[in-house]
């Protein structure tokens, strides 16, 4: 089977960690974004997996060569020359996406994290025969995306309403699709939205499908959301009882620590924490609801609430990071320094306090 | 030392991509010396008074940015002034002396009996001829450029006092605490080769203080709070500073006018420097037009001969406009720097700021800076593909490449 990631361009709102790598490979939960969507379609019997990007094939495609061999799965990259929407894309990777056996193919939206259900999916799809099957997902508020009205048993999909101004159902399209190769035939190689063109018209043919994406689900794309994931991916490590997660009297809640971090003496980390590779935690510092990249070292008595903080980077002794301050590559902040929301571009030394949110380019 | 046993090497120190972000976000897409002011790459204005040196033999530019950034630059500058121009790559910074120190085989290769060392981000009229020839009357080691500046100002940069008479270099402090002098340093210098023995002593010196002494605690506390390498070698501090009042070295004061360009800002403030002087040096750069056949000009204002303008528009004061740039009808562009390849729409007004690369500046959209140039958000600027919708206003921001801006904006910085 084949499947069609939906990269997209420039990652923008997820600078300053952007600035620094495409944002598919910005790390989640110690492993880059798009790992985690490329595991789960391997585990279901994916054998190539196709990104669609419009920006740095190069950077990409040497990481891709390293998953490739490690996973044993066949990446490689569909870039358009003009932004062609969300559903223009299927077009361009159409001789990628055909190989003859009739069999659906994924398209994934790259922002997405979910538990990826994908083996349920394909039963679903299988058994309803129709054209398209997409997930969606509960929010509270539905009137801040385009919500999927379905038939409550079947799940046929009835129409699609965009931003509704009253009730008209809570579910919302969460990115993740199983299509028939004969929708090929219904996109052209022009820029085209597939929740607004392509898929009303297979609705009005009966023919598409809605499944309830069990599980969480979350759109990584901005800092807010990405602190809110992982602590919603934590979670469900938890559910199923992952030995990845860290324990000890130090750790409170869902913490994940990668095993060649090192943590020091009188520390208290969690909840909602991932620690990546190579990082050095030293003595009394608490960590809660935030994501520590690879090769940072956060220095003693240091305090770091709901931040993000970006590789390479070091946090002074004494330091307090709190209120979504986001630290680029290689941002040091000295010691004693508070940061209260500071969104740090690459390469910077942070040496006065921070006292509102701000971006220090 | 007659004429013709003259021969002078020029090497432009031009800094490197993670020594300063005050250049942000401009530098993430270009290396300062190559961002164009007044049309030209910022590089290129030193390069180009270094024309007028007579038995110039050689241009260095010595920098730690990769080769490539400057590879098509330095061959088509060679071309273009038929002498040898070169970028040479630090492996990492040395400081001023310790990169031109690292690389004197290079720069005593011809045999030069003066070097001209210039700064990349100074802005001035490098009068290095008359510089020259100043430096051969005093006979000292080294001249440098110096300029009077208001008492308040001083303290920013190096404060140096010069004989009133000889105009030998007495005294010499860096960013001084308390007011030595308005008397500072313009990071213009010329020397004769015994520089070289002079930065040696200063290694030599360096290393005979770490073998012979033992550091006490306390010292080695102080040094640990600031430490540099070994080899990292500042020209003003560590060579110039201690040979002050020795009969070494001289001063020349510039009357003109004289910029550091550490932010986008104050590069906007010197393109406007640089276009004023090609009235003096090179008029043909400077575009003119009355609304008849060619658009409104104002001022000084330099137009890259594949930009298309409309008549109806009206440009200047101040206003340098890159290659494959489109102003429609009735636009008005006043003080600022319009980058390659961006659409400007009919009706828009465009103050202050710099457009970025491939932007589009919607109809009647207004953008705007209104702010001193040295302020953090004193002027507009939009980065490499910024799209700015129709009507919209964008007021003292900065916009990060590839943002689309669909509503006014003021004071912000977009990421």
């Given at each position: 089977?084949?499947?069609?990631?939906?990269?997209?361009?420039?990652?923008?709102?997820?600078?300053?960690?952007?600035?620094?790598?495409?944002?598919?490979?910005?790390?989640?939960?110690?492993?880059?974004?798009?790992?985690?969507?490329?595991?789960?379609?391997?585990?279901?019997?994916?054998?190539?997996?196709?990104?669609?990007?419009?920006?740095?094939?190069?950077?990409?495609?040497?990481?891709?060569?390293?998953?490739?061999?490690?996973?044993?799965?066949?990446?490689?990259?569909?870039?358009?020359?003009?932004?062609?929407?969300?559903?223009?894309?299927?077009?361009?990777?159409?001789?990628?996406?055909?190989?003859?056996?009739?069999?659906?193919?994924?398209?994934?939206?790259?922002?997405?994290?979910?538990?990826?259900?994908?083996?349920?999916?394909?039963?679903?799809?299988?058994?309803?025969g129709g054209e398209a099957t997409i997930m969606v997902t509960k929010v509270d508020e539905p009137s801040k995306y385009g919500v999927v009205v379905m038939e409550e048993g079947t799940g046929k999909v009835e129409r699609f309403v965009e931003k509704p101004k009253i009730f008209v159902g809570n579910k919302i399209n969460a990115g993740i699709y199983l299509l028939n190769p004969s929708i090929l035939d219904r996109i052209q190689l022009k820029p085209t939205s597939i929740e607004k063109e392509v898929f009303p018209k297979i609705a009005d043919e009966r023919k598409l499908y809605a499944m309830v994406l069990p599980g969480f689900w979350m759109d990584i794309g901005q800092p807010r959301d990405y602190i809110t994931g992982l602590r919603?991916?934590?979670?469900?490590?938890?559910?199923?009882?992952?030995?990845?997660?860290?324990?000890?009297?130090?750790?409170?809640?869902?913490?994940?620590?990668?095993?060649?971090?090192?943590?020091?003496?009188?520390?208290?980390?969690?909840?909602?924490?991932?620690?990546?590779?190579?990082?050095?935690?030293?003595?009394?510092?608490?960590?809660?609801?935030?994501?520590?990249?690879?090769?940072?070292?956060?220095?003693?008595?240091?305090?770091?609430?709901?931040?993000?903080?970006?590789?390479?980077?070091?946090?002074?002794?004494?330091?307090?990071?709190?209120?979504?301050?986001?630290?680029?590559?290689?941002?040091?902040?000295?010691?004693?320094?508070?940061?209260?929301?500071?969104?740090?571009?690459?390469?910077?030394?942070?040496?006065?306090?921070?006292?509102?949110?701000?971006?220090?380019? | 030392?007659?004429?013709?046993?003259?021969?002078?090497?020029?090497?432009?120190?031009?800094?490197?991509?993670?020594?300063?972000?005050?250049?942000?976000?401009?530098?993430?897409?270009?290396?300062?010396?190559?961002?164009?002011?007044?049309?030209?790459?910022?590089?290129?204005?030193?390069?180009?008074?270094?024309?007028?040196?007579?038995?110039?033999?050689?241009?260095?530019?010595?920098?730690?940015?990769?080769?490539?950034?400057?590879?098509?630059?330095?061959?088509?500058?060679?071309?273009?002034?038929?002498?040898?121009?070169?970028?040479?790559?630090?492996?990492?910074?040395?400081?001023?002396?310790?990169?031109?120190?690292?690389?004197?085989?290079?720069?005593?290769?011809?045999?030069?009996?003066?070097?001209?060392?210039?700064?990349?981000?100074?802005?001035?009229?490098?009068?290095?001829?008359?510089?020259?020839?100043?430096?051969?009357?005093?006979?000292?080691?080294?001249?440098?450029?110096?300029?009077?500046?208001?008492?308040?100002?001083?303290?920013?940069?190096?404060?140096?006092?010069?004989?009133?008479?000889?105009?030998?270099?007495?005294?010499?402090?860096?960013?001084?605490?308390?007011?030595?002098?308005?008397?500072?340093?313009?990071?213009?210098?010329?020397?004769?080769?015994?520089?070289?023995?002079?930065?040696?002593?200063?290694?030599?010196?360096?290393?005979?203080?770490?073998?012979?002494?033992?550091?006490?605690?306390?010292?080695?506390?102080?040094?640990?709070?600031k430490a540099l390498p070994a080899d990292f070698v500042r020209l003003d501090q560590d060579i110039l500073s201690p040979l002050a009042g020795k009969k070494q070295l001289y001063t020349f004061e510039t009357l003109d006018f004289w910029e550091q360009i550490k932010t986008p800002g104050m590069s906007l403030r010197c393109s406007g420097l640089y276009l004023c002087q090609y009235r003096h040096t090179s008029p043909q750069l400077l575009a003119s037009g009355d609304g008849t056949k060619k658009a409104t000009i104002t001022g000084d204002v330099y137009i890259h001969p594949s930009a298309k303008v409309h008549p109806s528009a009206k440009i200047g004061p101040n206003v340098s406009i890159s290659a494959n740039a489109r102003i429609g009808?009735?636009?008005?562009?006043?003080?600022?720097?319009?980058?390659?390849?961006?659409?400007?729409?009919?009706?828009?007004?465009?103050?202050?700021?710099?457009?970025?690369?491939?932007?589009?500046?919607?109809?009647?959209?207004?953008?705007?800076?209104?702010?001193?140039?040295?302020?953090?958000?004193?002027?507009?600027?939009?980065?490499?593909?910024?799209?700015?919708?129709?009507?919209?206003?964008?007021?003292?921001?900065?916009?990060?490449?590839?943002?689309?801006?669909?509503?006014?904006?003021?004071?912000?910085?977009?990421?």
């Amino acid at each position: 089977m084949k499947a069609l990631i939906l990269v997209g361009g420039f990652g923008t709102r997820l600078r300053p960690l952007t600035l620094s790598v495409p944002k598919p490979l910005v790390d989640f939960g110690n492993k880059p974004m798009i790992l985690h969507q490329i595991e789960a379609l391997k585990e279901v019997g994916v054998t190539e997996v196709v990104l669609a990007i419009n920006y740095q094939p190069e950077v990409m495609l040497n990481f891709l060569k390293d998953f490739e061999n490690k996973l044993d799965i066949k990446i490689t990259c569909s870039q358009e020359t003009e932004p062609l929407g969300t559903a223009g894309p299927l077009a361009l990777a159409r001789e990628k996406l055909i190989d003859g056996s009739g069999d659906p193919f994924f398209v994934l939206n790259s922002d997405v994290i979910s538990e990826y259900p994908f083996a349920q999916l394909i039963k679903f799809h299988k058994s309803h025969g129709g054209e398209a099957t997409i997930m969606v997902t509960k929010v509270d508020e539905p009137s801040k995306y385009g919500v999927v009205v379905m038939e409550e048993g079947t799940g046929k999909v009835e129409r699609f309403v965009e931003k509704p101004k009253i009730f008209v159902g809570n579910k919302i399209n969460a990115g993740i699709y199983l299509l028939n190769p004969s929708i090929l035939d219904r996109i052209q190689l022009k820029p085209t939205s597939i929740e607004k063109e392509v898929f009303p018209k297979i609705a009005d043919e009966r023919k598409l499908y809605a499944m309830v994406l069990p599980g969480f689900w979350m759109d990584i794309g901005q800092p807010r959301d990405y602190i809110t994931g992982l602590r919603l991916y934590l979670d469900s490590l938890r559910k199923k009882a992952s030995v990845k997660l860290a324990s000890g009297p130090h750790i409170l809640g869902n913490v994940l620590i990668h095993e060649s971090a090192v943590i020091g003496e009188g520390c208290l980390i969690g909840p909602d924490v991932s620690i990546g590779p190579g990082c050095v935690v030293e003595a009394g510092v608490r960590l809660s609801r935030c994501t520590v990249m690879r090769g940072v070292r956060i220095k003693k008595h240091a305090c770091i609430s709901s931040s993000i903080i970006g590789w390479h980077s070091t946090v002074g002794q004494w330091a307090r990071v709190e209120n979504m301050t986001i630290l680029g590559e290689d941002v040091h902040v000295c010691d004693e320094i508070y940061s209260n929301g500071g969104v740090v571009l690459p390469h910077k030394e942070i040496k006065s306090s921070i006292l509102k949110p701000e971006i220090v380019m | 030392m007659g004429s013709s046993e003259e021969r002078v090497v020029a090497v432009i120190m031009v800094g490197g991509p993670t020594k300063g972000t005050r250049f942000r976000p401009l530098s993430l897409n270009v290396p300062k010396p190559l961002f164009p002011l007044a049309g030209q790459p910022m590089v290129h204005h030193p390069i180009s008074a270094c024309r007028n040196i007579p038995n110039l033999v050689q241009i260095y530019l010595i920098g730690f940015y990769e080769e490539r950034e400057f590879a098509l630059y330095v061959s088509s500058i060679s071309h273009e002034l038929r002498v040898p121009v070169r970028y040479l790559r630090e492996d990492k910074p040395h400081g001023s002396a310790g990169g031109l120190y690292s690389f004197r085989d290079h720069i005593m290769e011809e045999s030069p009996s003066h070097i001209v060392l210039l700064n990349c981000d100074v802005c001035c009229s490098f009068p290095l001829e008359a510089m020259l020839g100043a430096h051969k009357s005093y006979g000292g080691i080294g001249t440098m450029l110096v300029i009077k500046v208001s008492a308040e100002s001083a303290s920013q940069f190096g404060e140096l006092v010069a004989d009133l008479e000889t105009k030998e270099l007495l005294h010499y402090t860096e960013k001084p605490e308390t007011f030595v002098s308005n008397l500072i340093n313009c990071g213009v210098y010329i020397f004769t080769p015994e520089i070289f023995s002079a930065i040696e002593d200063v290694f030599k010196q360096r290393k005979e203080r770490a073998n012979l002494r033992r550091v006490s605690s306390f010292e080695a506390l102080l040094s640990a709070t600031k430490a540099l390498p070994a080899d990292f070698v500042r020209l003003d501090q560590d060579i110039l500073s201690p040979l002050a009042g020795k009969k070494q070295l001289y001063t020349f004061e510039t009357l003109d006018f004289w910029e550091q360009i550490k932010t986008p800002g104050m590069s906007l403030r010197c393109s406007g420097l640089y276009l004023c002087q090609y009235r003096h040096t090179s008029p043909q750069l400077l575009a003119s037009g009355d609304g008849t056949k060619k658009a409104t000009i104002t001022g000084d204002v330099y137009i890259h001969p594949s930009a298309k303008v409309h008549p109806s528009a009206k440009i200047g004061p101040n206003v340098s406009i890159s290659a494959n740039a489109r102003i429609g009808a009735g636009v008005r562009l006043i003080s600022c720097i319009i980058l390659d390849d961006v659409e400007i729409m009919e009706n828009a007004v465009v103050i202050r700021s710099i457009v970025g690369w491939k932007s589009t500046i919607g109809k009647w959209s207004r953008v705007q800076g209104e702010g001193d140039y040295n302020a953090k958000l004193g002027i507009t600027i939009l980065g490499e593909a910024v799209d700015v919708e129709d009507e919209v206003v964008v007021i003292n921001s900065v916009v990060l490449p590839n943002k689309t801006l669909t509503v006014s904006v003021q004071e912000e910085i977009i990421l």
